[in-house]
């Protein structure tokens, strides 16, 4: 073969390779292009009509609208969130099954021995929600005032008071075993399985204070059944900017606050990821969602799949030490 033979084979199998190398890629951009093709799923590891579920619920209606598909809100509650988000850690990895993250995904790893997934290695963060306090609570018969009328009356009888909570290993749990850590006071934390029989006895003084939600003792508050006497989170609430913080009340380093996030099965291609986050910022821009979770205090925040993995991953290690410290379990 002379030496124009040769160039004219070499010209003719580079053009071949090009067509066969951007006919791919023509195929596969629209296929990127198209994500979604068909309705999601958030799996929300609550019951109905708790916080989680509300916020699922206007996250899922707002992804919705950006993303031109419906996002179908799945409620799979049980054993403290582990059913629903290993039910998403063992889905396909195809950006079509998310779940909600909660304070469930840091404490979980400190409390039980052997979960089912490993939330940092199993599950792909998409975005943080945002964050909202919890509030210190008693009934307004007491005479405790302030954060420090209640650790002068603790350190008069330590062990004696106590203060209820949803159940072991929970938000409202862990805030209290932390004040009474930080204050280096004796406190009987009492469990109940949910928030509401935890407000009964509240209310009907079997229990002398307790650490919970903003919106479901708010209507007892204004009504003068129980009196606020600080938020646990770092900064003050908007939703009680009067109400001092634990650690301005005098309880040094206190911070302690629930959050919601959306997160993906392990392998979820990055292109899916960035989309869903983008549609997430979105959903939490809108009125609708502002104005929905006002009462909660909640503060919105989504920014980066990698800002969410290295917050999860401090609050993990900053739990684990209270969780270790004061011998907690999820029994």
Known sequence: MNLVSRRRC??????????????????????????????????????????TDLVGRLVAEGMAQDLGQQVIVDNKPGA?????????????????????????????????????FDPNKDLTPVGLIGTSPNVLVVRTVKP??????????????????????FGNGTSAHLAGALFANLAKVELTHIPYKGSSPALTDLLGGQIDMMFTT??????????????????????RSPAWPDLPTL?????????????????????????????????????????????????EGLVSNVGTPAELERYVRAEQLRWRRVVQDARITAD
Not at 221 to 228: Q, S, T, W
Request: hydrophobic residues 50%.
């Open 80 to 116: 403290g969130t582990i059913i629903g988000t290993d039910l998403v850690a063992k889905s396909a990895a195809d950006g079509y099954t998310l779940v909600m993250g909660t304070f469930a995904l840091a404490v979980n790893p400190a409390l039980v021995a052997k979960l089912p």
């Open 247 to 295: 650690a301005e009340a005098g309880v040094v380093g206190y911070m302690a606050e629930s959050w919601y996030a959306v997160y993906a099965p392990a392998g979820t291609p990055a292109a899916a990821v960035a989309r869903l986050n983008a549609a997430l910022k979105q959903a939490v821009k809108s009125e609708n969602f502002r104005s929905r979770v006002e009462a």
């Open 10 to 51: 070499w010209l003719h199998t580079v053009a071949q390779t090009s067509v066969l190398v951007f006919g791919c890629m023509g195929m596969a951009l629209p296929a990127l292009a198209a994500y979604p093709e068909k309705p999601l799923r958030l799996v929300v590891p609550f019951a109905p009509g708790g916080g």
């Open 214 to 235: 903003v919106a479901s003792v708010a209507q007892y508050i204004n009504a003068g059944k129980l009196r606020a006497l600080a938020v646990t989170s770092g900064k």
């Open 144 to 165: 405790w005032k302030n954060v420090n009328d209640v650790l002068l009356a603790a350190k008069a009888a330590p062990g004696k008071l106590n203060y209820g909570s």
